[in-house]
């Protein structure tokens, strides 16, 4: 049981081909993890009902001879803001509780094609809002690694259901860092990639201009793995890249072989590397930096100059796209409605209603959103918003005509108590400095375990960046520095499936 629980989505392939493992085997293991973690962990809001029927239909496929993808019959964790019509979508919301939706996100569609087991929908921040999951309408999702400690935010439950053997991948979405933060937290791979390379259609939007749906692992090639079945053009969206997409798999596979780094130029972001960078977490980058140069790659520093005002910028961004995006939960059509006594209008009835179903953190967010958006004041705060992303879009194009990837710490710090910024959001907004950028510029970023704290034995993450539509690039470099540190350590952080008590 414990070494299908740790098995790489890669490995569970090659054994579901060739016959030395079930799909119910594989996802029995899973389910009889998650029955004995998940009381202690909260990492999903919804459990699938059908999981082993839907295993039992793949191996009855394979053994009738049928042609299948790579990835039919590995167990998947589906994070509660895609759509899925067999189990709700709350987007982590009260204003949703019980919503089941008439389709499936296109995500969800590729995954069912792709013979894949959905296990369930995991926990997240409401309506992607929050970076430890702890603004969930309905509990919070502790850390495996450490249950007293946040598993990161918005996808923790995600993050949190791989880290512990729940689920050997899962699917996440990132905002403004919510797939590789909880990677970082989690010891976990969580990639968001280019801007329109995976549909995001059927999922509930936060920031239209900025959300994108990625996947989170154990390693460098089940990510890659992952993003070959969900990535690839979606006319039903109107911000999907139509141009062909290279194979990550393939460009994971390559990077594993290199021998070493020597014709691959990194360039270390000196703006994310200020105040706020824990000395734990600047000890591990500094040895990775270090162990980079060891292996012929050439390092140097660059400058993001307009990095500084990233999260200001994305905080009159995200609000003004969240004020107007939810505004369709009115009452009126689906979700929660509360009618007030006596003879409330239609007015009274939407009050109501979002009082009671929103969380605090979306009611700041809207409320921030709408008066970014209020007239007299749009140019001042939304439109110099838009200026700002567009210079920091300009500092990573002149930064890759000098280097091919960029890298930081994923996070400023290791996971921090769950409570202990809840009273701030200032603080903990703060937090998402370093994974912001990334989504403000639409470039594919990473993030992968780095090692463990010395201060206090959490996982470390280690974020790459890539040039726009150069995913593969990513993914090729990031299996290389995978191999090196699993190489240098004698083992990978992502595959020691913590106990959880």
Not at 182 to 196: C, D, I, L, N, W
Request: net charge negative; charged share 20%; proline share 6%.
């Amino acid at each position: 049981m414990s070494e299908l629980i740790s098995m790489r989505a890669s490995a569970a392939s090659k054994a579901l081909q060739d016959g030395s493992l079930s799909s119910v085997e594989l996802t029995q293991a899973h389910l009889h993890r998650m029955d004995a973690t998940e009381g202690a962990l909260g990492a999903f809001l919804a459990r699938s009902a059908t999981a082993l029927e839907n295993a039992a239909a793949i191996d009855q496929r394979r053994a009738a001879g049928e042609s299948l993808s790579p990835l039919a019959g590995v167990p998947i964790a589906i994070k509660d803001v895609l759509c899925t019509t067999d189990m709700v979508t709350t987007a982590g919301s009260r204003i949703l509780e019980g919503w089941t939706p008439p389709y499936d996100a296109t995500v969800v569609s590729k995954l069912r094609e792709a013979g894949m087991v959905a296990l369930g929908k995991t926990n997240m921040d409401e309506f992607a809002m929050g970076s430890s999951t702890e603004h969930s309408g309905y509990h919070p999702t502790h850390n495996p690694w450490d249950p007293t400690v946040a598993p990161g935010g918005s996808g923790g439950g995600s993050a949190a259901a791989v880290a512990a053997g729940q689920a050997p991948l899962a699917v996440g979405s990132d905002t403004g860092g919510s797939i590789r933060q909880p990677a970082s937290f989690t010891g976990t791979v969580g990639v968001k990639p280019t801007y329109g390379g995976v549909s995001r259609y059927g999922v509930i939007a936060l920031a239209s201009s900025l959300d994108q749906v990625g996947p989170v692992s154990r390693t460098v090639l089940d990510s890659a793995l992952l993003h070959d079945v969900m990535g690839g053009h979606d006319p039903r969206d109107a911000t999907s890249i139509p141009t062909p997409w290279a194979s990550m798999a393939a460009a994971a596979e390559r990077g594993a072989r290199a021998e070493n780094l020597t014709e691959v130029r990194v360039g270390v972001v000196s703006e994310l590397l200020g105040e706020g960078i824990s000395p734990a977490v600047r000890q591990r980058f500094d040895e990775a930096v270090e162990l980079l140069t060891q292996q012929g790659a050439e390092v140097v520093e660059v400058n993001l100059p307009h990095c500084e005002y990233a999260v200001a910028a994305y905080y009159l961004i995200l609000p003004a796209e969240a004020s107007s995006n939810l505004a369709k939960f009115d009452s009126v059509r689906f979700g929660l409605r509360v009618t007030p006594e006596g003879n409330p209008t239609v007015e009274d009835v939407m009050s109501a209603t979002r009082d009671a179903g929103f969380g605090d953190e979306v009611k700041r967010r809207i409320i921030l959103g709408t008066y970014a958006l209020s007239a007299g004041y749009y140019d001042a705060y939304y439109g110099s918003a838009q200026k700002v992303r567009t210079l920091i879009q300009q500092d990573f194009a002149q930064a890759f005509e000098k280097v091919d990837v960029l890298i930081s710490p994923s996070t400023p710090t290791t996971a921090f108590p769950l409570g202990d910024k809840m009273d701030d959001p200032l603080a903990m907004w703060a937090g998402d400095v370093t994974t912001i950028p990334v989504n403000l510029a639409g470039i594919p970023g990473m993030s992968l375990p780095m090692g463990l704290s010395a201060e206090d034995g959490l996982p470390v993450g280690l974020q790459l960046m890539a040039p726009a539509y150069q995913d593969a690039r990513l993914y090729e470099v990031g299996a290389t520095i995978e191999r090196l540190f699993e190489e240098r350590d004698g083992f990978l952080v992502s595959e020691r499936v913590p106990e959880v008590m």
